[in-house]
């Protein structure tokens, strides 16, 4: 499908079924860090709306808020990450253990 025809709807939808009916997380990754914080600012706003919590893990992310995205992420306060190859497979580990 071409830009703007809806593709991401579809996995927004399911990531906000999962977070409210299963109370789990998904990861979002995006080839660039521009991507990331655009879809961040929509995503933000809509599932906000919800009750989600939506954050952004990139190489731009300090130290202190990746900590706090990742705990987020294991106590089931982070519904939404979205991310970049880059620093997922760098932080794959802590991806896998914050389940």
């Not at 593709?7 to 399911?14: E, N, V």
């Not at 990742?70 to 939404?80: I, K, N, R, S, T």
Request: aromatic letters at 8%; proline letters at 2%; glycine letters at 8%.
């Amino acid at each position: 499908m071409a830009t703007g025809r809806g593709k991401s709807l579809i996995f927004y939808i399911h990531a906000a079924r999962e977070a409210i009916l299963e109370g789990a997380a998904s990861v979002f990754v995006y080839p660039l860090r521009a991507l990331v914080a655009d879809q961040a600012f929509h995503l933000q706003k809509t599932l906000g709306a919800l009750g989600l919590a939506t954050e952004v893990l990139t190489g731009e992310t300090d130290a202190a808020d990746r900590d706090a995205v990742f705990a987020g992420l294991a106590d089931g306060a982070v519904d939404v990450v979205l991310t970049t190859p880059e620093f997922l497979a760098i932080h794959s580990a802590r991806f896998a253990s914050a389940a």
